[in-house]
């Protein structure tokens, strides 16, 4: 797959006056264009901030991001950068800007100049492919955090982006909000063919992505799939980062001398391994 995003070896600091600590450091990334991508790291190791370059809302202090062939410190890109890479943030109620739902989805588009007609068209489709279509005339403030989360996704996506980036957008919602933001993204991305790029501290979440980085101290630390980076627990565990609670069972497992495979991250693989356990093959050396 071609590149829709490149982060050549970039640097920054939010106060480069004051010799602060480079919140970056020389970190380079490629997503490639139909993927869906997980970037992890505790809090403060820069996930959120290469997030915000992607979306040209910061801009490296050395280096290079490219969107579609457009470098992001070209202020006359900053439009077509924005219009190819969508931006949702932790906490819907920052991007919902009207009192009823389907106003909220077409402000952008009103902003823009787009045709009242067209304007109606993205709407209805962007409310469906979310799901909230049947919400289209209730008042945001009613419904609720995985709801407005999809309404603000919806709002993203009536814009058209090629490629949409999210910096934690479950980390206010409860169990059943998460899913449905998940299911909301999984669809975007199979069916649609959106890129998504999903920051998130949440392993399951990460385990349902094509692929997973680890930011860690501005760098990039790891780069794989899901199975082969949650196979790495003990190096995970070091940098403050857990794994997914199937992938930590099998791994407490094969310490104990259970042969058990350790790529494991479904609960339906756990669940087969276990019964073999289970049913005969006992505790035996370790692979």
Same mark, same amino acid.
């Given at each position: 797959?071609?590149?829709?995003?490149?982060?050549?070896?970039?640097?920054?600091?939010?106060?480069?006056?004051?010799?602060?600590?480079?919140?970056? %450091?020389?970190?380079?990334?490629? *997503?490639?264009?139909? /993927? =869906?991508?997980?970037?992890?790291? !505790?809090?403060? $190791? &820069?996930?959120?901030?290469?997030?915000?370059?992607?979306?040209?809302?910061?801009?490296?202090?050395?280096?290079?991001?490219?969107?579609?062939?457009?470098?992001?410190?070209?202020?006359?890109?900053?439009?077509?950068?924005?219009?190819?890479?969508?931006?949702?943030?932790?906490?819907?109620?920052?991007?919902?800007?009207?009192?009823?739902?389907?106003?909220?989805?077409?402000?952008?588009?009103?902003?823009?100049?787009?045709?009242?007609?067209?304007?109606?068209?993205?709407? %209805?489709?962007?409310?469906?492919? *979310?799901?909230?279509? /049947? =919400?289209?005339?209730?008042?945001? !403030?009613?419904? $609720? &955090?995985?709801?407005?989360?999809?309404?603000?996704?919806?709002?993203?996506?009536?814009?058209?982006?090629?490629?949409?980036?999210?910096?934690?957008?479950?980390?206010?919602?409860?169990?059943?909000?998460?899913?449905?933001?998940?299911?909301?993204?999984?669809?975007?991305?199979?069916?649609?063919?959106?890129?998504?790029?999903?920051?998130?501290?949440?392993?399951?979440?990460?385990?349902?992505?094509?692929?997973?980085?680890?930011?860690?101290?501005?760098?990039?630390?790891? %780069?794989?799939?899901?199975?082969? *980076?949650?196979?790495?627990?003990?190096?995970?565990?070091?940098?403050?980062?857990?794994?997914?609670?199937?992938?930590?069972?099998?791994?407490?497992?094969?310490?104990?001398?259970?042969?058990?495979?350790?790529?494991?991250?479904?609960?339906?693989?756990?669940?087969?391994?276990?019964?073999?356990?289970?049913?005969?093959?006992?505790?035996?050396?370790?692979?």
């Amino acid at each position: 797959m071609e590149p829709i995003m490149e982060a050549t070896q970039v640097y920054f600091s939010y106060d480069e006056e004051a010799e602060s600590p480079l919140v970056l %450091d020389n970190i380079s990334l490629t *997503v490639r264009r139909g /993927e =869906f991508l997980a970037v992890l790291g !505790h809090n403060g $190791s &820069g996930k959120s901030t290469l997030a915000k370059h992607f979306n040209a809302i910061l801009l490296p202090q050395r280096g290079r991001v490219v969107v579609e062939g457009m470098d992001t410190a070209r202020e006359e890109k900053l439009y077509d950068i924005r219009q190819t890479v969508g931006m949702v943030f932790q906490n819907p109620d920052n991007q919902i800007v009207a009192t009823i739902v389907e106003e909220d989805v077409a402000f952008a588009l009103e902003n823009m100049g787009v045709p009242p007609a067209e304007i109606r068209q993205r709407v %209805d489709d962007a409310l469906r492919s *979310v799901g909230m279509y /049947e =919400f289209r005339e209730h008042a945001p !403030h009613q419904l $609720s &955090g995985g709801q407005k989360q999809r309404i603000a996704i919806a709002g993203v996506i009536a814009m058209r982006p090629k490629c949409i980036v999210l910096d934690e957008p479950t980390a206010m919602l409860d169990p059943r909000g998460r899913a449905e933001v998940m299911k909301t993204l999984r669809e975007l991305n199979r069916e649609h063919g959106i890129t998504v790029a999903l920051i998130t501290h949440y392993m399951d979440e990460a385990a349902q992505c094509d692929r997973v980085v680890v930011v860690d101290g501005g760098r990039l630390l790891m %780069d794989g799939t899901p199975r082969e *980076v949650f196979a790495r627990v003990e190096e995970l565990k070091a940098v403050g980062l857990d794994v997914p609670q199937v992938t930590e069972l099998m791994y407490r497992l094969r310490q104990e001398g259970f042969d058990v495979r350790g790529d494991i991250i479904t609960e339906e693989e756990a669940a087969d391994q276990l019964e073999q356990l289970l049913t005969g093959r006992g505790k035996t050396e370790c692979r």
